[in-house]
């Protein structure tokens, strides 16, 4: 499973870095003077950019998804940046690099959120649950004749909250004042 992600990603850096490239070319060809690349042709730094920059993007991407580069990489795909020897060359490839690998992780970050929306907006059904049938020929007691009648007071009042005490009660010492007749 991990290789067919990494095999997918590397398959995007390649893919982004063909789509993009270009737009990055015409600053490194402005800047190979006093470099290893000054010495070579625009369709061999075109190639050597290309492959690294692939590479770059491809690892970038690898490890940001959480994946082990080791498992992918060797140190012979980035063989390359030894002919990126200035600040100007290194810098040139180190902007389309990020560039590009930005842009690849916006989109397999979108695609991952559409996925998880789409995942937390799927109807989920349960089965039906199915009334028991053990209990069916048990009679319950709530439902006898005598709890289904009314209850209810009929004399319209409410009933005296108070205890019911006698005169004599009332008349005790322990008794400090008598309540109010009525």
Known sequence: ESTDLASALMETAKNAVED???DYFSQLKDCTK???L???DD??????YRRLAAN????MLISRCGLDTNEFFDREDFAD???FNTPATINAIGVAT???????LREISQSVRNVQMAEKDQNRTFAQRTQAQYDKGRQQPERSEYNER??????GGLSYSRPNITDRARASAWQVRFDAQG
């Open 20 to 22: 993009n490239l270009q």
């Open 34 to 36: 006093d470099s290893f």
């Open 38 to 40: 000054e010495e070579l």
């Open 43 to 48: 369709f061999n730094i075109e190639v050597i």
């Open 56 to 59: 770059s993007v491809a690892f």
């Open 81 to 83: 940046i030894v002919n």
């Open 98 to 104: 990020s560039d590009i690998a930005e842009m690849a």
């Open 150 to 155: 009314n209850h209810l007071q009929q004399t």
